[in-house]
């Protein structure tokens, strides 16, 4: 090992652990803020369509379509996305453990669900 190859090695794991510590107190932090957002909107109107599903013994994977109207604060607020779930099935039901959200490709919400 080269001299201060190791001390550099641990000066970005110490950084990379105290970034990660940030984050996770601001997640936190905002946490609440944000939990009180969402119980402050109210859906208008909510399409799903399914566009791929895989399900093994414990494990379902999902990707929908998913396009909704909300209103929050007095406005509405339009949004359309391709939501993929992973689920698990665990204690006797399935429960969703991740999501992934990405805007849905150019086009697919002017077509309808």
Do not use: N
């Not at 402050?40 to 999902?62: F, N, Y």
């Not at 698990?88 to 490709?105: C, I, K, L, M, Y």
Request: charged share 30%.
């Amino acid at each position: 090992m080269q001299p201060g190859h190791g001390s550099a090695a641990g000066a970005r794991s110490s950084r990379l652990r105290a970034d990660r510590l940030a984050l996770d107190r601001r997640v936190h932090d905002g946490a609440e803020d944000w939990l009180e957002a969402i119980q402050r909107r109210d859906v208008d109107a909510i399409e799903i369509e399914i566009r791929d599903a895989t399900v093994l013994d414990q494990v379902m994977v999902g990707t929908v379509l998913a396009k909704w109207r909300v209103k929050y604060l007095g406005r509405i607020i339009e949004d359309c996305v391709l939501l993929t779930d992973v689920w698990v099935f665990d204690e006797g039901r399935w429960q969703a453990v991740r999501r992934h959200s990405t805007p849905a490709p150019a086009g697919e919400c002017a077509k309808g669900s």
